[in-house]
């Protein structure tokens, strides 16, 4: 059933059917988004819940929702398109609420970037990176191992998508970026 509320929800479109390691791929590339919106905007799944009974997909994110961001994402969890249609919407939703936070933080590299400074010398880029490896730790699987490094690139890296992810059709863009990243590769995402 679509929810009443998400008008653009029919955009969220495939050609032909994904296969479950493609749909599991999918998920893991949006729980990295998802980690990113929350580590830079400190929400919790309050905040969460409340969108998702706004975009009236709380039924069909219910797991989910019970376990973020507490709990390590099962590998045997069954992903189905409607509950990534639905992560879809709530990432978008958030990213546009949030848009302002985004474009500072945006604002904040590019001046690091400009004086050859690291992200860490920048009190809320810091704080941001400090947040997405923290959530990342407790959300992904222990057994994937990247170096403080790589993560703080991949926080950076989501960053700037998340800018994208915040117009208009940001919903669009995220799902095209997810489909095209799962018929990319067959193994799972690792950030980037």
Do not use: C
């Given at each position: 059933m679509m929810p009443a509320s998400t008008a653009k929800w029919d955009d969220l479109s495939i050609e032909s059917p994904l296969n479950s390691s493609q749909l599991h791929q999918i998920s893991l590339e949006l729980e990295l988004v998802t980690i990113a919106i929350a580590a830079l905007t400190r929400?919790?799944?309050?905040?969460?819940e409340q969108i998702a009974q706004e975009l009236q997909v709380v039924s069909t994110i219910a797991d989910w929702l019970n376990e973020w961001p507490d709990r390590q994402i099962s590998s045997s969890q069954q992903i189905d398109l409607a509950q990534i249609r639905s992560r879809i919407s709530i990432v978008h939703h958030l990213a546009q609420k949030y848009q302002t936070v985004v474009r500072q933080n945006m604002n904040y590299w590019q001046q690091i970037v400009q004086f050859n400074r690291l992200p860490v010398e920048s009190p809320a880029l810091a704080d941001y990176i400090d947040n997405f490896i923290n959530i990342?730790?407790?959300?992904?699987?222990?057994?994937?191992?990247?170096?403080?490094?790589?993560?703080?690139?991949?926080?950076?890296?989501?960053?700037?998508?998340?800018?994208?992810?915040?117009?208009?059709?940001?919903?669009?863009?995220?799902?095209?970026?997810?489909?095209?990243?799962?018929?990319?590769?067959?193994t799972p995402p690792k950030p980037t």
């Amino acid at each position: 059933m679509m929810p009443a509320s998400t008008a653009k929800w029919d955009d969220l479109s495939i050609e032909s059917p994904l296969n479950s390691s493609q749909l599991h791929q999918i998920s893991l590339e949006l729980e990295l988004v998802t980690i990113a919106i929350a580590a830079l905007t400190r929400i919790d799944r309050v905040e969460i819940e409340q969108i998702a009974q706004e975009l009236q997909v709380v039924s069909t994110i219910a797991d989910w929702l019970n376990e973020w961001p507490d709990r390590q994402i099962s590998s045997s969890q069954q992903i189905d398109l409607a509950q990534i249609r639905s992560r879809i919407s709530i990432v978008h939703h958030l990213a546009q609420k949030y848009q302002t936070v985004v474009r500072q933080n945006m604002n904040y590299w590019q001046q690091i970037v400009q004086f050859n400074r690291l992200p860490v010398e920048s009190p809320a880029l810091a704080d941001y990176i400090d947040n997405f490896i923290n959530i990342y730790q407790t959300r992904l699987d222990r057994e994937i191992i990247h170096s403080t490094e790589e993560l703080s690139q991949a926080a950076l890296n989501l960053l700037i998508e998340l800018l994208f992810y915040s117009s208009t059709n940001g919903h669009l863009r995220l799902w095209n970026a997810l489909l095209h990243r799962s018929h990319s590769t067959s193994t799972p995402p690792k950030p980037t």
